[in-house]
């Protein structure tokens, strides 16, 4: 049974010959594996038989954005960033963070649609995705794009960029009116932008990740009642979309969301990613009793405890735990909780992976 068909029995609910895997990681324990082991990512999804592959997607070919002398630059959307690099004990990574939110001082919805920041569709080169996504087909493999933090398809994310996190928040119970001309403005760019991406796929795209944080370590960001105000129509709208295009979809947040997910399940979400076992009320056999057979999981290895400070023991039965939790009848898909960081040793990682192997099979 090659990727494809296990992944597909699986996301049907049918258990195939083991549980699909999924390898998450970020580009600080790449570069941390790759000198440690002299081999590539690449070589060591192949020799586990992942069963994922994560293609670039669209081609930037927009304006170029001037990086400043005190290490600043500006996004896709006009945010102000600076890189800020974090050394860990085996590792270090690399991330951008906010400095300032282009409309933050904006008093009135005709200000926010003038915003002369607003990304276009037209800055990217799509004729590149049939091919990766070819190339991942050829393999065997289950090809799925995802983009980077900041093109990847979703709505309150860019929100919180764009016009600061607390004063999003704010917005959507004072001032409705800004906060919705904001989605609706960063839904615009997605529609267009993900239409031309299902359109130069010509079919080939097997599944379309989507990600946005609804939730802390203690509960969700929003009520169910402001999400389905603010964000059910976009995102059901993103979801039919591909399933128009015959495209599964997979949405990642971190945190505690049980409240949300029935609302997600009924805009046709078809995987649930994190499941983020240290958040409330997101204990696996839980999920897997009341949502299981409507909605597939990913996900439910921790990243902040148990991978990056466990014992070889601990991941195992970590991992035996979720397949007990989650594995009965399909539907679960192995991967960590968020990406593998550089703080994780590498033999940890290798430990997950040999556990993938030994507790997967149905």
Not at 17 to 24: M, Y
Request: glycine fraction near 8%; aromatic fraction near 10%.
């Amino acid at each position: 049974m090659d990727s494809r068909e296990r992944v597909f029995l699986a996301l049907n609910f049918e258990e195939p010959d083991r549980v699909p895997v999924d390898f998450w990681y970020s580009d600080g324990f790449r570069k941390k594996f790759e000198s440690a082991s002299g081999r590539s990512m690449e070589q060591l999804l192949d020799t586990h038989d992942v069963d994922f592959r994560y293609i670039e997607g669209p081609r930037y070919i927009g304006p170029k954005s001037a990086a400043h002398p005190d290490g600043t630059d500006r996004d896709i959307w006009g945010v102000t960033r600076k890189t800020m690099v974090v050394n860990t004990n085996g590792g270090a990574e690399t991330y951008k963070e906010v400095l300032h939110s282009p409309l933050a001082d904006m008093k009135t919805p005709e200000e926010i649609n003038a915003y002369g920041g607003w990304p276009s569709p037209d800055w990217f080169d799509y004729s590149v995705l049939a091919a990766q996504c070819e190339e991942v087909i050829r393999k065997g493999k289950v090809a799925v794009f995802m983009g980077d933090r900041l093109n990847r398809v979703s709505q309150l994310k860019p929100a919180m960029y764009l016009r600061g996190v607390e004063q999003i928040l704010t917005d959507m119970c004072l001032a409705p009116e800004i906060a919705q001309t904001i989605f609706a403005n960063i839904r615009a760019f997605y529609d267009a932008y993900m239409e031309r991406i299902f359109e130069s796929a010509a079919g080939k795209l097997d599944i379309l990740l989507t990600g946005d944080d609804f939730g802390s370590q203690n509960g969700p960001l929003i009520s169910p009642a402001m999400w389905t105000a603010f964000l059910k129509e976009g995102f059901a709208h993103y979801t039919g979309m591909a399933r128009s295009h015959r495209v599964r979809v997979m949405h990642h947040t971190c945190g505690s969301v049980r409240p949300l997910i029935p609302l997600m399940i009924a805009c046709g979400l078809d995987i649930l990613q994190s499941i983020q076992p240290e958040a409330r009320d997101m204990d696996a056999a839980g999920l897997k009793k009341e949502f299981g057979g409507r909605l597939a999981f990913q996900g439910g290895i921790s990243v902040q405890k148990t991978l990056p400070f466990g014992t070889r023991q601990e991941i195992r039965d970590e991992v035996r735990d979720r397949v007990a939790a989650l594995g009965k009848n399909g539907g679960y898909i192995f991967c960590t909780s968020h990406n593998i960081q550089a703080d994780t040793p590498v033999k940890n990682a290798m430990t997950l992976l040999e556990a993938y192997r030994d507790f997967g099979r149905y």
